[in-house]
């Protein structure tokens, strides 16, 4: 099945810095890669994803990369603000639309 | 904006117990999820359900689960006999299609005594 890793598995930036997260995935049918923010005690949050017929997406200050051959995705995040603050998931999914999610990345931005 | 809803928000049984957890998925969804998250750990997936029969299964979704969509608006997820191991939040999900975004509800902690 399908093998998501992600990295670091926590991040610390100051606050207006950029914070970038990435993930790797094994399996080449996987066509479909969400990012979720999730806040403590609460739900997974999609906040942007991407399909494999896209290279990079961009929605504020968010920007999703894929790179197909290398089976790489990464999330970017710009001029970090405190709110940004939580854990984030990477996930990949194929043609049977099962999420298989990476270990999660705990960001802090410090103020 | 639609939501979808998981009761209870936290429920405590007795180990051996069954247990049934309940999503209202968005209403004209027609995809439903089961996951599950060990507390400190990721997301793990367990069922996905269309047209009123279990399309995938994990490993985990073992002869002690079952899912079931009783009356086209709950979807439900049922342990029969719960283990320690059961311990974690369950958060059911939906989508229109099988590649939208899934949605999550706000989940389920279960505690196994």
């Known amino acids: 099945g399908e093998n998501v890793e992600q990295h670091p598995s926590t991040l610390s930036v100051q606050e207006g810095d950029s914070a970038v997260i990435k993930c790797t995935y094994s399996?080449?049918?996987?066509?479909?890669f969400p990012w979720y923010k999730q806040e403590l005690g609460k739900r997974p949050q999609l906040i942007i994803d991407?399909?494999?017929?896209?290279g990079e997406k961009k929605d504020q200050r968010i920007a999703v990369t894929l790179n197909k051959t290398a089976k790489h995705f990464s999330l970017h995040i710009t001029e970090t603000q405190p709110e940004d603050s939580a854990v984030y998931f990477c996930a990949a999914s194929a043609a049977d639309y099962k999420l298989s999610f990476g270990a999660g990345t705990t960001v802090t931005v410090r103020a | 904006e639609p939501e979808v809803t998981q009761t209870p928000s936290h429920q405590v049984t007795q180990m051996g117990q069954e247990v049934i957890l309940r999503c209202v998925p968005i209403s004209n969804h027609l995809y439903f999820y089961w996951y599950r998250q060990i507390l400190g750990q990721k997301v793990e997936f367990l069922v996905s359900f269309y047209n009123n029969e279990i399309s995938e299964k994990s490993e985990i979704f073992d002869d002690q689960f079952s899912v079931e969509r009783p009356d086209g608006s709950n979807f439900t997820l049922k342990i029969r006999s719960t283990k320690l191991e059961d311990s974690a939040m369950y958060f059911c999900?939906?989508?229109?299609?099988?590649?939208?975004?899934?949605?999550f509800g706000d989940g389920t902690r279960l505690s196994i005594l």
């Open positions: 999900a939906s989508t229109w299609t099988g590649d939208q975004p899934q949605h």
């Open positions: 399996d080449s049918a996987s066509n479909y």
């Open positions: 991407i399909r494999s017929n896209v």
